[in-house]
């Protein structure tokens, strides 16, 4: 299954064939994301594999990935933000999740079935940065701020332990020690 992706898929058909989906999502109906981000006219990217694990459970696992784009927290300028999510869902009945390896979430399914447009938007959401900022060579604030920041990150920090600031006073006490002689 490649190109455009229905909404609602079924995995444990998936599951059965081996099946691996690779496709687009557009984002155009995502309201909630559009809410957060601007997702213009680009789409998400899918690419799952269906299967069913050691103890029996269907199993998708895959990435998605999209670019977004949203407001520097710095500059407040727009900034392209590329997200990636890695996926690992097994399903499970509800209130067994329990019997889920680690690392593994529960396949949101109802009926059997999957709505696959549904977790894109919340699997995009969940991967947004909690702040956004363009790396600082490429941000536009002013130059003064810049500097500020600069000096900032390269003033040496009083809390920063020296392990070995004992050693080299030791040294020194022993070279002072072996010129006296
Ligand atoms: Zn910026």
Do not use: W
């Not at 099946?19 to 999502?25: E, P």
């Not at 696959?116 to 956004?132: K, Q, R, S, T, Y």
């Not at 500020?148 to 040496?156: C, G, S, T």
């Amino acid at each position: 299954m490649s190109g455009l992706l229905p909404e609602m898929i079924d995995p444990i058909r998936f599951a059965r064939t081996g099946q691996v989906i690779k496709g687009v999502i557009p984002m155009q109906q995502m309201n909630r994301l559009a809410e957060i981000v601007n997702t213009g006219d680009s789409a998400v990217e899918v690419d799952l594999r269906f299967s069913f694990n050691e103890r029996g459970q269907c199993l998708m696992e895959g990435e998605m990935a999209a670019c977004v784009d949203l407001p520097c927290q710095r500059c407040l300028r727009m900034m392209r933000y590329p997200v990636r999510v890695r996926i690992k869902m097994a399903a499970c009945k509800v209130g067994r999740e329990d019997e889920l390896a680690d690392g593994v979430d529960p396949l949101p399914t109802e009926n059997g079935r999957l709505n696959l447009f549904l977790l894109a938007e919340d699997e995009i959401i969940l991967g947004l940065p909690i702040v956004a900022m363009h790396p600082l060579n490429e941000c536009a604030v002013g130059e003064d701020y810049k500097k500020d920041v600069l000096i900032a990150d390269h003033e040496p920090k009083e809390e920063t332990q020296r392990p070995f600031a004992g050693l080299a006073e030791m040294l020194a006490k022993q070279k002072g020690g072996r010129e006296e002689i």
